[in-house]
T-cell receptor, first 115, second 113 residues
Framework: AQSVAQPEDQVNVAEGNPLTVKCTYS??????LFWYVQYPNRGLQFLLK??????LVKGSYGFEAEFNKSQTSFHLKKPSALVSDSALYFC?????????????FGKGTTLSVSS | DGGITQSPKYLFRKEGQNVTLSCEQN?????MYWYRQDPGQGLRLIYY???????QKGDIAEGYSVSREKKESFPLTVTSAQKNPTAFYLC????????????FGPGTRLTVT
């Protein structure tokens, strides 16, 4: 069965430092991978996706993610964190070999950026 | 939150009452989804619809019902059979078959007492 794991419930970084939010996945075929961000009491906002091609994907607000097939990972990164990046981040996967179009979401990682 | 609207933002109901959550989109998207979000549990799929007049159960469909009579609308009814209805409910939509990401509405927080 397809699944996605976010091993850290919370990540704390200082403003200006690089940040990484980890995600690992399990699917039977080639994965479609996504990152979303959620601010309190709001819906999810799409950040970036990996479907095929270059393993380094660039997205919104300066975020990027690296697809690593051998480690089945899709970690979210940003070179220099901002206080405004503090939010809840979700990794999601879709197995293109499965019927249906829904995404499977991780449990989320809370990012806290201190000034 | 794009062109997806959910109303109301906050909803309070008494136990035993059915309640319907609204989801409307003006993005001309084919597929629509309902998720439930509980603290520390991520998002869980309730129902989804890939086309008008057709929908499928997700992982936690028990106690919920939906309809898809119009492309723009995908209302969710939380019935009295849902044992723990208090949660944050998110509606999403997706465009063509080659658009894989979903776009989310602002959510409805339902509290049942």
């Amino acid at each position: 069965a397809q699944s996605v794991a976010q091993p850290e419930d919370q990540v704390n970084v200082a403003e200006g430092n690089p940040l990484t939010v980890k995600c690992t996945y399990s699917v039977s075929g080639n994965p479609y991978l996504f990152w979303y961000v959620q601010y309190p009491n709001r819906g999810l906002q799409f950040l970036l996706k990996y479907i095929t091609g270059d393993n380094l994907v660039k997205g919104s607000y300066g975020f990027e993610a690296e697809f690593n097939k051998s480690q089945t990972s899709f970690h979210l990164k940003k070179p220099s964190a901002l206080v405004s990046d503090s939010a809840l981040y979700f990794c999601a996967v879709r197995d293109p070999d499965q019927a249906g179009t829904a995404l499977i979401f991780g449990k989320g990682t809370t990012l806290s950026v201190s000034s | 939150d794009g062109g997806i609207t959910q109303s109301p933002k906050y909803l309070f109901r008494k136990e035993g009452q059915n309640v319907t959550l609204s989801c409307e989109q003006n993005l001309n998207h084919d597929a629509m989804y309902w998720y439930r979000q509980d603290p520390g549990q991520g998002l869980r799929l309730i129902y989804y619809s890939q086309i008008v007049n057709d929908f499928q159960k997700g992982d936690i469909a028990e106690g919920y019902s939906v309809s898809r009579e119009k492309k723009e609308s995908f209302p969710l009814t939380v019935t009295s059979a849902q044992k723990n209805p208090t949660a944050f409910y998110l509606c999403a939509s997706r465009g063509t078959a080659r658009t894989y990401e979903q776009y989310f509405g602002p959510g409805t927080r339902l509290t049942v007492t």
